[in-house]
């Protein structure tokens, strides 16, 4: 009986063990299956996340690389051209502060009536046509026996530049006739060398 007692007793102890065994293994199982769907939900919305990031990060180096962007020492043309002399002149400038990183469409809007003849970061070249003449032009006539300049203006008029205190008796008489019917001069330096072959 004792030994009966026992065996029963060592029978109970090794079922409960098995019954313990298969309870913490199903637990163990369901809670490693339920962190295995948790970590795969995790992954599934960081790869989602991350594939995301990287595609926005592609497309803002897409467009950053595709647009020129306007430097600091970016040298700035603004090429005018005049109708009635037909004459371009040139102005070179500083690219102004608020342009600076600027892109195509920004000088577009701060110049919107001139045409982009050239856009890079280091050169701009604007172009626009005025229905006047340059502001460029002189005429040399005589006044109480001295040369006195005359500009002409946007509406074609003489107007009285500089008073020169070149007497005309000192200069040959084919200068001075020369001066009498008015000489035609184009630009600043083309007038200053000429009145100083008349001093």
Same mark, same amino acid.
């Given at each position: ?46 790869? +989602?996340? !991350?594939?995301?990031? /990287? #595609? $926005?990060?592609?497309? &803002? ?5 595709? *647009? ?26 500083d690219?102004?502060?608020d ?33 006047s003449n ?11 026996? +001295?040369? !006195?300049?005359?500009? /002409? #203006? $946007?509406?074609?008029? &003489? ?5 020169? *205190? ?34």
């Amino acid at each position: 009986m004792k030994k009966t007692w026992i065996i029963s007793l060592i029978i109970i102890v090794i079922m409960i063990g098995i019954v313990t065994g298969i309870i913490l293994y199903n637990t163990k199982q369901k809670d490693k299956n339920d962190n295995n769907m948790i970590e795969n939900e995790i992954n599934k919305i960081s790869e +989602k996340v !991350t594939d995301d990031c /990287i #595609n $926005e990060y592609r497309d &803002e180096i897409e467009t950053n690389s595709n *647009e020129e962007k306007i430097s600091p020492n970016c040298l700035l043309i603004l090429k005018r051209y005049y109708d009635e002399c037909q004459h371009t002149i040139n102005e070179y400038v500083d690219i102004p502060q608020d342009l600076v990183n600027g892109t195509e469409y920004d000088l577009k809007k701060e110049y919107p009536y001139w045409e982009i003849e050239k856009f890079s970061s280091t050169q701009i070249v604007l172009y626009k046509e005025f229905n006047s003449n340059c502001g460029q032009h002189f005429i040399l006539k005589e006044d109480n026996g +001295k040369i !006195t300049v005359y500009k /002409i #203006n $946007e509406n074609s008029e &003489e107007e009285v530049y500089e008073k020169t *205190e070149i007497s005309l008796e000192y200069l040959s008489e084919t200068d001075k006739i020369k001066i009498k019917d008015g000489i035609k001069v184009n630009g600043i330096e083309e007038l200053n060398q000429l009145l100083e072959d008349f001093e």
